[in-house]
C-alpha cells in the first residue's frame, strides 16, 4: 500500500486543519487507518483511527473533541480534520494501513501498521 499525506502548513493557534491521506494498492486485509503524530523530541503517537469496512473509528483522549477523522473509501482518501490547533499539535502527521485488530482499529499501538506514509508537517503558532 502506498499513502500520501498531504494538507500540512502553518497555522495560528485556533485554527483549523484538514489532513488527507491518499492510499493506492490496499488488500482485504487493509482495513485500519491510523493516523498518528510526532513531535519535536517526542515519541511518536496515535491520535486517532477508522476502519474503512464500516466507519468505525476511535481517538486519543488528548484529541477527543478536536479531532475527526473520516474517509472517503470511493476516492481511497482518508482524513483528519484538526480543530481548535494548539501549539502542542505542532508534529509531523503520518497515516498508516493495517489490519483490523480485536474486530476494531488501535490508535495507541503502531505495531499493528504496515504501512505508512512520509508524513505531513503541521506547525500551530501561538
Known amino acids: 500500500v502506498q499513502l500520501v499525506e498531504s494538507g500540512g502548513g502553518l497555522v495560528q493557534a485556533g485554527g483549523s486543519l484538514r489532513l488527507s491521506c491518499a492510499a493506492s494498492?490496499?488488500?482485504?486485509?487493509?482495513?485500519?487507518i491510523g493516523w498518528f503524530r510526532q513531535a519535536p523530541g517526542k515519541e511518536r503517537e496515535g491520535v486517532s483511527c477508522?476502519?474503512?469496512?464500516?466507519?468505525?473509528?476511535d481517538y486519543a483522549d488528548s484529541v477527543k473533541g478536536r479531532f475527526t477523522i473520516s474517509s472517503d473509501n470511493a476516492k481511497n482518501t482518508f482524513y483528519l480534520q484538526i480543530d481548535s490547533l494548539k501549539p502542542e499539535d505542532t508534529a509531523v502527521y503520518y497515516c498508516?494501513?493495517?489490519?483490523?485488530?480485536?474486530?476494531?482499529?488501535?490508535?495507541?499501538?503502531?505495531?499493528?501498521?504496515?504501512?505508512w506514509g512520509q508524513g505531513t508537517q503541521v506547525t500551530v503558532s501561538s
Open positions: 494498492g490496499f488488500t482485504v486485509h487493509d482495513d485500519a
Open positions: 477508522i476502519l474503512r469496512s464500516d466507519g468505525r473509528t
Open positions: 498508516a494501513v493495517g489490519p483490523t485488530v480485536l474486530d476494531g482499529c488501535i490508535y495507541y499501538s503502531e505495531s499493528y501498521y504496515v504501512s
